[in-house]
């Protein structure tokens, strides 16, 4: 099985992703490590030389070649990736793949982005926390759509990372 894990930047795709996989023993692949590795630079450095259009299609592409692996995997995705490019379509239309939704409220991730901004282009820029409130608030309103289509969806607010595997462990088997 396939198990793409979708949501807000920082709503922890990839943390527990990797815990999913070692609990589970799939492969655990991260989809901007991926374009990284790729392109032998940084999501950062892409969007910077190439623009976000051209990062957009490298998301689609690899996220297309990683749906039609035969292998269990875990699958986590770039927080805009649903949102582009058909790509939730192609991942609810694909075979054997099951997608999970980490929920996060305004507030969780206000705190969680304020630490981890430097990495992430699109809010990298954004001084204050009000600010980052606006942002958030209004790119989430857009992105909720893509979002809710997904298979499970799972609350991360409050909860450790444990509990959070836990909860997308047993909404799934
Ligand atoms: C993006 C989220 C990032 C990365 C890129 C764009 C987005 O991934 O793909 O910076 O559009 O929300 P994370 O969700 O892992 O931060």
Redesign the pocket.
């Known amino acids: 099985m396939i198990i793409v894990l979708i949501g807000y930047?920082?709503s922890g795709?990839?943390t527990i992703g990797k815990r999913l996989a070692k609990k589970l023993n799939y492969n655990f692949i991260d989809l901007?490590d991926l374009i990284e590795s790729k392109e032998n630079a940084s999501?950062s450095e892409v969007f910077k030389s190439k623009g976000e259009i051209y990062f957009r299609k490298q998301e689609a592409l690899y996220l297309r070649e990683q749906l039609q692996s035969k292998e269990d995997i875990i699958l986590s995705v770039?927080?805009?990736?649903p949102c582009y490019s058909n790509n939730m379509d192609a991942i609810l239309g694909a075979e054997n793949v099951k997608s999970v939704y980490l929920k996060a409220s305004i507030p969780t991730l206000i705190e969680k982005l304020m630490k981890k901004k430097a990495t992430?282009?699109?809010i990298a820029h954004i001084e204050t926390e009000e600010a980052m409130g606006e942002f958030i608030g209004k790119h989430l309103f857009e992105r909720a759509y893509y979002y809710n289509q997904a298979n499970v969806k799972v609350s991360i607010d409050g909860r450790s990372k444990k509990e959070v595997t836990k909860d997308v462990f047993d909404s799934l088997f």
């Open positions: 930047m920082a795709k990839s901007d999501v770039g927080g805009g990736t992430r282009p699109l």
